[in-house]
């Protein structure tokens, strides 16, 4: 089974801080992305990556930056955490684009 | 406007009640996937379809590729299949997401 694994399920940051939300897969997918989850709104696409060290811009990339060092970890870096930051966040690996497999998700409330 | 519209938006049905869930979307896509969210946020894929009908034990999907729309049936309801169910439509390297339906089973 694939697994992929997120750092937190819960996190409660300050304005204003730096915060790193981890995503780890282990079944070697080329394909990482990271989403936001909102009430009413669906899960949106913050950034995606097809291989170590390339990243692409999603649907709301603002506010946020990536890293893919290693193919199996794929980073969400909030650089100045704001209250409107405060959301559900899903990391999500695939192999082809077509299936995703989805980790627990990280609740983040920046207070 | 979201390019995908599901409804209803919550759903209260009473133990072995037959649900639907609906998905409507306005671009041509590539595939369909109907999505399982269970309260903790953990997301699973029930069916991914492009055409006709899936069934999986109690669900069940079907797509109708020329009216933009699909469904999603749970027979014989129970309450563990309480959760939010998620419409996803796929056109090239794209996903876009519905809002999500959330569905409660009481006993």
């Known amino acids: 089974d694939v697994k992929v694994t997120q750092s937190s399920r819960y996190l409660v940051k300050r304005t204003g801080e730096k915060v790193f939300l981890e995503c780890v897969q282990d079944m070697d997918h080329e394909n990482m992305f990271w989403y936001r989850q909102d009430p009413g709104l669906g899960l949106r696409l913050i950034y995606f990556s097809y291989d170590v060290k390339m990243k692409e811009k999603g649907d709301i990339p603002e506010g946020y930056s990536v890293s893919r060092e290693k193919k199996e970890r794929f980073s969400l870096i909030l650089e100045s955490a704001s209250t409107n930051q405060t959301s559900m966040y899903l990391c999500?690996?695939?192999?082809?684009?077509?299936?995703?497999?989805f980790g627990p998700g990280t609740r983040l409330t920046v207070t | 406007k979201n390019e995908v519209e599901q409804s209803p938006q919550n759903l209260t049905a009473q133990e072995g009640e037959f649900i639907t869930i609906n998905c409507s979307y306005s671009?041509?896509?590539?595939?369909l996937h109907w999505l399982q969210q269970h309260p903790g946020g953990g997301i699973v894929s029930l069916f991914m379809l492009s055409s006709g009908k899936k069934k999986h034990g109690r669900l069940i999907a079907t797509i109708n590729i020329q009216e933009k729309h699909s469904s999603l049936h749970i027979t014989a309801s129970h309450p563990r299949d309480s959760a939010v169910y998620i419409c996803a439509v796929r056109f090239g390297n794209d996903m876009r997401f519905g809002a999500g339906t959330r569905l409660t089973v009481k006993p």
């Open positions: 671009v041509g896509i590539s595939a």
């Open positions: 999500a690996s695939s192999p082809d684009f077509y299936e995703q497999y």
